[in-house]
């Protein structure tokens, strides 16, 4: 505290540096979310100015909606915006209590019969979507949604009935992987670096980056991206890199990939920070508001995993 009892000011980046350049693209374009979570990750700011942003998004159900991920618009509670808030939690350090007890009867709320989550709750119907986003009546179970969240309860050692089943269908769904697309072994990934039998997730990792190796899932020449191809349904160019799936040097996924490899891929993420300050928004865009807000997060989410490697970022 200075002596007139102010909190000081947080230090300010390097002139031109990665950060610096991020810092004035999310002031000037995040959502207060964002802004409150980039103050915490990377200018010394305080938790609960996060939490009280994010308490904005959060309905009576326990689930989280309010266009919290910017795919899925409307107020509803989705599965995809509750995991969301549940990682903004574990960035955080708040990812407990009844707080998470609340998530996880919403959870249980909208699991399948075989208590796992659908990607979308056919509650969004009627609400503006993406396109490439489909809306059941009875839609099926998805490692895509539920494999990031289970991990994430694990790894904060969360118990909760909804976690037993849940868990059952994530190793299930993880180890029948026979083809798959980069965003469905990025949900494999989470799940595994945090599920608490450790040789079963090694071997089950090891498994997957082989698959990923062989089907040309990860780009790992980012000078020569026509020879890697994009999966189906994704936007044109929207490769998925080393980086992309070894968010952290602990992650099983950094066994995947040569010291080279990953070399070149963090090589490549730092160089794509755009003029503005930002990174860019990979996946395809349906509407000009989404890109909007989706790209401070992408710009949070690529400093981190800069950062977590050891590049500097001022």
């Not at 002139?15 to 350049?21: E, G, K, N, T, V």
């Not at 549940?86 to 007890?101: A, K, N, S």
């Not at 059941?136 to 949604?145: C, F, I």
């Not at 071997?203 to 997957?208: E, F, I, K, Q």
């Amino acid at each position: 505290m200075s002596e007139t009892g102010a909190s000081p000011l947080p230090a300010t980046p390097p002139a031109r540096s990665p950060l610096f350049r991020a810092e004035h693209f999310v002031w000037l374009t995040a959502r207060v979310l964002e802004q409150r979570l980039f103050a915490h990750d990377f200018l010394n700011g305080g938790a609960d100015p996060v939490e009280t942003a994010l308490d904005a998004y959060r309905n009576e159900d326990g689930g989280y909606g309010h266009a919290l991920e910017p795919d899925l618009r409307g107020p509803v509670s989705q599965p995809l915006h509750t995991a969301h808030a549940l990682r903004v939690l574990d960035c955080v350090g708040r990812c407990g209590g009844q707080r998470v007890e609340r998530v996880c009867r919403y959870l249980t709320s909208v699991s399948t019969a075989d208590g796992a989550l659908p990607a979308v709750h056919p509650s969004q119907r009627g609400y503006p979507a993406a396109p490439f986003v489909p809306i059941v009546d009875d839609p099926p179970s998805e490692l895509l949604a539920t494999g990031p969240v289970v991990g994430l309860l694990h790894r904060n050692e969360v118990w909760h009935a909804w976690l037993f089943r849940a868990t059952d269908f994530c190793w299930q769904a993880v180890e029948s992987l026979e083809e798959s697309h980069p965003y469905e072994i990025e949900a494999a990934v989470a799940f595994l670096d945090s599920a608490p039998d450790r040789p079963r997730a090694e071997a089950a990792a090891d498994r997957l980056g082989r698959l990923v190796r062989e089907h040309r899932l990860a780009a790992l020449d980012p000078d020569h991206l026509d020879a890697y191809p994009v999966a189906p349904g994704y936007a044109p160019g929207e490769h998925h890199f080393p980086h992309d799936y070894a968010k952290t040097p602990s992650s099983l996924a950094r066994a995947w990939f040569t010291d080279d490899e990953m070399t070149r891929s963090l090589d490549y993420l730092a160089a794509t920070q755009q003029e503005d300050g930002g990174w860019p928004v990979r996946w395809r865009q349906w509407t000009p508001v989404v890109a909007f807000e989706a790209r401070p997060m992408v710009t949070i989410e690529a400093l981190r995993t800069l950062r977590a490697h050891g590049r500097p970022i001022g």
